[in-house]
């Protein structure tokens, strides 16, 4: 669930009741996490630097081939260490928790990322579209750390969005 205010997402929540993990946020307020009972703490991407590194992560692999858009993702899996495949938000949950370093889906619509942009800002990392805009409106996405974000724009920005095809 998001809260979008004056165009911009202020407000975020991943709840995963079947693994009992939550992330909220609010825009300067942080980005928290909880695990089932425990506390909550702070959530903090991973500080992993290279893409070579890290795991990639994306929703569903047959829908790049669907919008042809099949050799960006064999380029982001190429680039990465690990990939795998964490439907709806959990692979951003992922990401704003420190254990995995990107999570890109080829076609997202506003209500599927209104929540996403707070929750990663807020635990330090970046969510923008395929060409590096900071939107929830670009009907896809780039989730990652920071630190791998040019990695994965380089990639994806040789790819314009064809949500026609």
Same mark, same amino acid.
Not at 119 to 147: K, M, Y
């Given at each position: 669930?998001?809260?979008?205010?004056?165009?911009?997402?202020s407000i975020g929540v991943i709840h995963v009741p079947a693994?009992?993990?939550?992330?909220?946020?609010?825009?300067?307020?942080?980005?928290?996490?909880?695990?089932?009972?425990?506390?909550?703490?702070?959530?903090?991407?991973?500080?992993?630097?290279?893409?070579?590194?890290?795991?990639?992560?994306?929703?569903?692999?047959?829908?790049?081939?669907?919008?042809?858009?099949?050799?960006?993702?064999?380029?982001?899996?190429?680039?990465?260490?690990?990939?795998? $495949?964490? %439907?709806?938000?959990?692979?951003?949950? +992922?990401?704003? &928790?420190?254990?995995?370093? *990107?999570?890109? /889906?080829?076609?997202?619509?506003?209500?599927?990322?209104?929540?996403?942009?707070?929750?990663?800002?807020?635990?330090?990392?970046?969510?923008?579209?395929?060409?590096?805009?900071?939107?929830?409106?670009?009907?896809?996405?780039?989730? $990652?750390? %920071?630190?791998?974000?040019?990695?994965? +724009?380089?990639? &994806?920005?040789?790819?314009? *969005?064809?949500? /026609?095809?």
């Amino acid at each position: 669930m998001g809260v979008e205010h004056e165009q911009t997402c202020s407000i975020g929540v991943i709840h995963v009741p079947a693994l009992d993990e939550i992330i909220w946020a609010a825009v300067g307020s942080g980005a928290w996490y909880q695990f089932g009972t425990g506390a909550p703490r702070r959530a903090r991407v991973s500080s992993k630097g290279s893409l070579a590194q890290g795991l990639f992560c994306t929703s569903d692999t047959n829908s790049y081939k669907r919008i042809g858009r099949q050799s960006a993702f064999e380029r982001l899996q190429a680039a990465s260490w690990l990939t795998r $495949t964490w %439907g709806d938000c959990y692979g951003y949950l +992922l990401v704003a &928790t420190g254990r995995a370093e *990107a999570m890109v /889906d080829p076609q997202m619509n506003v209500w599927d990322c209104a929540a996403l942009a707070p929750i990663l800002e807020e635990a330090g990392g970046t969510f923008t579209d395929w060409q590096g805009i900071r939107t929830i409106h670009g009907q896809e996405a780039v989730a $990652t750390n %920071g630190r791998v974000e040019s990695q994965i +724009l380089a990639i &994806t920005r040789n790819f314009p *969005a064809q949500h /026609d095809a």
